[in-house]
């Protein structure tokens, strides 16, 4: 994991390049799921730019990432209480009323993933949403900027989800370059707990 976060905390000024923008419909619905003033956790939020539009909506943000580079950028946003924290350290994040893990779980060796979801479940509050985002595929490998990466189906995704104890709702298919400027195939599932 240190590997990937080197390659964040170096690359964190191309990451606001390639991230800046409106906020994606999916961000839209998950903010209209949770009630007004609800504390959110934004797992790997990266310079903050989804944190923004939450704390924006009045929302209260908690946004963790692995990368000093990038929570130096976001703990500059107003609204947003930014702390760096890696996914061992989710037990001491909560509670929550919803979780918006966007690209970043992805991020986690497979093995890790059951633990991970099941820690993000005991966090939250009944019925709390939850957002995440993974690239499509099968096992894990490292990408040309020496990012660690695991790939899920979505069947996949929707066991592991269920395992830890929430309730997939929808699912989002699409594609996109990302920060190693390849397209690759991702999904978005929305769960509650």
Same mark, same amino acid.
């Given at each position: 994991m ?11 000024a ?7 923008? *409106? +906020?994606? =419909? ?7 799921t949770?009630? /007004?003033?609800?504390r959110?956790?934004?797992?790997g939020?990266?310079?903050? *730019?989804? &944190? +923004? ?19 130096a ?6 609204g947003?209480?930014?702390?760096q924290a890696?996914?061992d ?12 893990a @966007?690209? @970043?779980?992805? *991020? &986690?060796? @497979? &093995? ?7 820690a993000?479940?005991t966090?939250?509050? /009944?019925? &709390? /949403?939850?957002?995440? *985002?993974?690239?499509?595929g ?23 989800l269920? =395992? ?7 699912a ?21 707990a």
């Amino acid at each position: 994991m240190s590997d990937t976060i080197n390659v964040y905390n170096r690359m964190a000024a191309d990451y606001v390049t390639l991230t800046k923008g *409106h +906020a994606p =419909q999916e961000l839209v619905d998950f903010i209209a799921t949770l009630r /007004p003033g609800g504390r959110v956790l934004d797992l790997g939020c990266g310079p903050g *730019h989804h &944190a +923004a539009v939450m704390a924006q909506a009045g929302l209260d943000v908690l946004a963790v990432d692995g990368s000093a580079e990038m929570i130096a950028l976001a703990s500059k946003i107003p609204g947003v209480a930014a702390r760096q924290a890696l996914f061992d350290d989710i037990p001491d994040l909560g509670p929550v009323d919803g979780v918006w893990a @966007s690209f @970043s779980l992805l *991020h &986690a060796p @497979s &093995a890790d993933m059951p633990r991970h979801l099941a820690a993000l479940h005991t966090l939250c509050t /009944p019925n &709390a /949403p939850i957002s995440l *985002h993974m690239k499509l595929g099968t096992g894990e490998k490292t990408d040309t900027l020496g990012r660690f990466y695991s790939y899920y189906t979505r069947d996949e995704l929707n066991m592991l989800l269920t =395992q830890a104890g929430f309730t997939p709702k929808s699912a989002l298919h699409g594609a996109g370059k990302g920060l190693a400027g390849d397209v690759e195939d991702w999904i978005v599932i929305n769960a509650h707990a």
